[in-house]
């Protein structure tokens, strides 16, 4: 594959710290700003070069429709983590405890590039079920990697818990006073504020792997 331009380069290592530091992708005017460059046409043929490596896919007519695709690393080595059925309301996910990580897990695994995992502990995946989070390009049967933690910063997106409604959602987290507000990625949707004695954090979200037709 031909090698990236430095600027090609800048501008892919740009969406990935854009991705994990808000949970959803850059518009081509943040690229230009984040990356220094004065006009928009030049990111988008950038853009272009990316989507035809494979690097990433564009959906027209979306502000922030650019994916990430997932590529496999240089030994083109994968990871096997367990799957723990699908992230909707009804029951909280069966994540194991860690001193019993991997004798519990799922009877169904998935492998993924190495890259996606790195070093981490405690990873997993969820099948999506549902569109509140449509506009961070997570859609109905999609696939999201998560890390099992009981924490998060503010904004990143997460599968919460919550105790009341026994029902469990992918939400953004936010701090608010007295309060957590979990907020969708769907303009469509208005978010859930509720106080927090009610959330227990199960993981968040590492990777998106699209699941197509």
């Known amino acids: 594959m031909k090698k990236l331009s430095s600027r090609a380069r800048r501008i892919i290592d740009f969406i990935h710290r854009f991705w994990e530091e808000r949970g ?7 690229i230009a700003h984040g990356c220094g460059v004065s006009s928009t046409s030049v990111v988008d043929y950038n853009l272009s070069i990316l989507e035809r490596g494979g690097y990433i896919r564009r959906h027209a007519g979306v502000s922030r429709g650019i994916e990430i695709l997932p590529r496999p690393s240089s030994s083109g080595s994968c990871l096997t983590v367990p799957v723990f059925g699908q992230i909707a309301a ?22 993924v590039p190495e890259e996606l995992i790195r070093a981490r502990t405690g990873v997993y995946a969820l099948r999506v079920k549902g569109k509140s989070m449509v506009d961070a390009l997570i859609n109905n049967g999609d ?16 599968a919460v818990w919550l105790r009341a409604e026994k029902e469990v959602t992918l939400k953004k987290v936010y701090l608010e006073p007295g309060r957590i507000r979990l907020q969708p ?29």
């Open 24 to 30: 959803y992708p850059p518009t081509v005017r943040d």
């Open 90 to 111: 009804g029951e909280p996910i069966p994540v194991p405890a860690p001193d019993a990580w991997g004798v519990a897990a799922s009877a169904e695994t998935m492998d």
């Open 143 to 158: 696939i999201v990697l998560m890390q099992a933690v009981d924490v998060v910063e503010n904004g990143e997106m997460a």
């Open 185 to 213: 990625a769907n303009s469509q949707m208005k978010p859930i504020y509720t106080g927090l004695d009610n959330v227990e954090i199960q993981g968040k979200v590492l990777a998106v792997i699209r699941q197509l037709a």
